[in-house]
């Protein structure tokens, strides 16, 4: 009996250890494709199934075949909660070829703590409507108590015999929904393949979708993050002085969207400025509850725009009392310092992912070798 109490303890060990590793949070096969949009960029489409009993944050990491060589991407996406799926859209500047194509796919994540689902629904009713170019309209309400911010919908979209063609997300941005309150919300899909989709399925309530970005200031990572249905990559990157910051922009639409950039603070005292084509446009400056700048404005439809954003401090000058060397006082580096960290920690537990079960596996064996070779009392 002892014996047998030990081997149910140990599988139980076992599979404490493996819950997470082996857990059900994926990408499904007929769930994910890659294709050119409508401006020539590459662009990765799926969705993440998580089929456990609490909310994850996932991270994609894909590779891509280009020319004969592999791009890793590596993609975080908002909270998706227990039995629900997120889809997700992700361009890529770095491909060049014509004849890339998705190699590898996984999924990794951690469990989301502190977070409820959202009482914000699709209403699905007449208002819920495909129109003759592809584009959807509908409507969500708040049926919670709370009110919510940042929402965002999410879809799938299909074509002929069920296959998956796109995803897409609303157009507006929702800041906020009270209890009870109805707002309105557009999608559209990549113009290539909006007369070949036949309806839309797997909404998906979720927060922002904030996408990273850096530019190297000095010889150092500048990191930043945006939220928009248009996409942003760095051009130029800063100036010799590192208070400019150039970037291009493409939005696919025909529709007006916006553009939210979220930016370390270096001091107090930036004040940006934002040109678009070389015109100065009216923006939003804020700082959020983490004490990063936020500089938002609208992005036309269908275009292709320079944008300079002025106005940043450059960190200043400390010495580094251990190395006794010259480093820069900024966020960028403290967070670069924090992911080293935590790779270190996370590689500790990945060797004792493999060390311990190793042992436990060890002990079950002497324990069932023991087991067979005892003789039974007479």
Not at 111 to 132: C, G, I, N, P
Not at 178 to 192: R, S
Request: with cysteine; glycine share 6%; hydrophobic share 35%.
């Amino acid at each position: 009996m002892e014996n047998k109490l030990i081997i149910l303890l140990s599988l139980v060990v076992l599979t404490g250890l493996y819950g997470d590793i082996y857990a059900d949070v994926m990408i499904p096969e007929d769930e994910i494709l890659g294709y050119y949009d409508s401006e020539g960029i590459y662009t990765i489409v799926g969705a993440v199934k998580n089929t456990e009993n609490y909310a994850v944050l996932p991270v994609i990491h894909l590779t891509i075949l280009d020319n004969g060589k592999e791009i890793s991407i590596v993609q975080s996406l908002p909270t998706v909660f227990p039995n629900k799926d997120i889809p997700f859209k992700i361009k890529s500047h770095e491909i060049s070829g014509t004849d890339a194509s998705i190699t590898s796919f996984d999924v990794t994540f951690r469990q989301a703590f502190d977070t409820h689902e959202s009482k914000v629904e699709v209403v699905y009713d007449r208002t819920l409507k495909k129109h003759a170019d592809g584009h959807l309209t509908g409507k969500i309400i708040n049926k919670g108590n709370q009110t919510q911010y940042n929402v965002k919908i999410y879809a799938t979209i299909h074509g002929e015999n069920n296959s998956f063609i796109d995803t897409a997300k609303n157009l507006e941005k929702i800041d906020k929904i009270e209890p009870g309150q109805i707002i309105n919300f557009t999608m559209y899909p990549d113009p290539t393949v909006a007369q070949d989709i036949h309806y839309y399925s797997c909404f998906a309530i979720g927060d922002e979708t904030i996408i990273p970005l850096y530019a190297v200031r000095d010889g150092e990572k500048f990191n930043f993050r945006y939220d928009s249905t248009a996409w942003f990559v760095v051009d130029e990157g800063f100036d010799e002085t590192g208070t400019i910051l150039s970037l291009k922009g493409v939005n696919s639409f025909r529709f007006p969207t916006y553009v939210n950039f979220e930016f370390p603070k270096t001091s107090e005292n930036e004040k940006f400025a934002v040109a678009v084509d070389g015109k100065t446009i009216p923006f939003i400056q804020s700082i959020d509850e983490e004490g990063n700048w936020h500089v938002a404005f609208d992005v036309s439809g269908s275009t292709q725009n320079k944008i300079v954003i002025s106005g940043f401090e450059k960190p200043n000058l400390v010495t580094d009392q251990k190395s006794e060397s010259i480093v820069e006082s900024s966020e960028p580096v403290a967070e670069s310092q924090g992911t080293q960290a935590e790779s270190q920690k996370e590689a500790d537990y990945s060797n004792l992912y493999y060390v311990v079960p190793v042992i436990i596996a060890a002990g079950i064996g002497i324990v069932v070798f023991s087991l067979r070779k005892a003789k039974p009392a007479v």
